[in-house]
């Protein structure tokens, strides 16, 4: 059964940070290109970032580059999303993606509200 569990969402000032983490089980994650979604309220879900299968390329939406950053770890199926200097624009729920020959599998989510 595949299945994408993400977590470490949460209420956050602004010019704060948090990590979400998104584990994967029931496929071969190793193989797969991984990406983080976002969607905010009111807004259409927009990609945030991806990395590829063995962490050699990663790329960001202009929006977040420079303050988010993605990476994995193969061993423990596991893809990560650092956010530093976070915003009120941020606020969304974040989603894990795997890209795999062709088929996406979508976590549940997680929520991330920027606010004072």
């Known amino acids: 059964q595949v299945q994408l569990v993400e977590s470490g969402g949460g209420l956050v000032q602004p010019g704060g940070s948090l990590r979400l983490s998104c584990v994967a089980a029931?496929?071969?994650?190793?193989?797969?290109?991984m990406n983080w979604y976002r969607q905010g309220p009111g807004k259409e879900r927009e990609w945030v970032a991806v990395?590829?299968?063995?962490?050699?390329?990663?790329n960001y939406a202009d929006s977040v580059k420079g303050r988010f950053t993605i990476s994995r770890d193969n061993a423990k199926n596991t893809v990560y999303l650092q956010m530093n200097s976070l915003k009120p624009e941020d606020t969304a729920l974040y989603y894990c993606?795997?890209?795999?020959?062709?088929?996406?599998?979508w976590g549940q989510g997680t929520q991330v509200t920027v606010s004072s």
């Open positions: 993606n795997a890209r795999c020959n062709g088929r996406d599998y």
């Open positions: 029931g496929f071969s994650f190793s193989n797969c290109a």
């Open positions: 990395i590829t299968s063995a962490g050699s390329f990663r």
